[in-house]
């Protein structure tokens, strides 16, 4: 069992940052492949970007390619996803999730565990 608890959403003004973290319970964390999504209000939930388990390994959605990057400290069971030049349409709420094994950009039903959510909203 992983759990997954995200934190540092909130409000930004368009081109603006924010760094979102991903702290997992257990010591298995570093085995587990992450993913960041999200969800618009009347969206289906998105993919925007993944990681393998060592971070050697990158995946993002077109949309966010260059501005996004997501990472991971092993050693302190925490993944991140820092975002920049924040765009209106980025508005969201943003969750991690782990699965076993990596596939670069992938469903969302391919994962495993998920966390609870954390709002982004980016005004212009």
């Known amino acids: 069992q992983v759990q997954l608890v995200e934190s540092g959403g909130g409000l930004v003004q368009a081109g603006g940052s924010l760094r979102l973290s991903c702290a997992a319970s257990?010591?298995?964390?570093?085995?587990?492949?992450m993913g960041w999504f999200r969800q618009a209000p009347g969206k289906e939930r998105e993919f925007v970007a993944a990681?393998?388990?060592?971070?050697?390994?990158?995946a993002y959605a077109d949309s966010v390619k260059g501005r996004f990057t997501i990472s991971r400290d092993n050693a302190k069971n925490t993944a991140y996803l820092q975002m920049n030049s924040l765009k209106p349409e980025d508005t969201a709420v943003y969750s991690c999730?782990?699965?076993?094994?990596?596939?670069?950009?992938?469903?969302?039903?391919?994962?495993?565990?998920w966390g609870q959510g954390t709002q982004v909203t980016v005004s212009s």
């Open positions: 257990g010591r298995t964390f570093s085995t587990y492949a």
């Open positions: 990681i393998n388990w060592s971070g050697g390994s990158t």
């Open positions: 999730a782990a699965r076993r094994g990596y596939s670069g950009r992938d469903r969302p039903s391919t994962y495993e565990y």
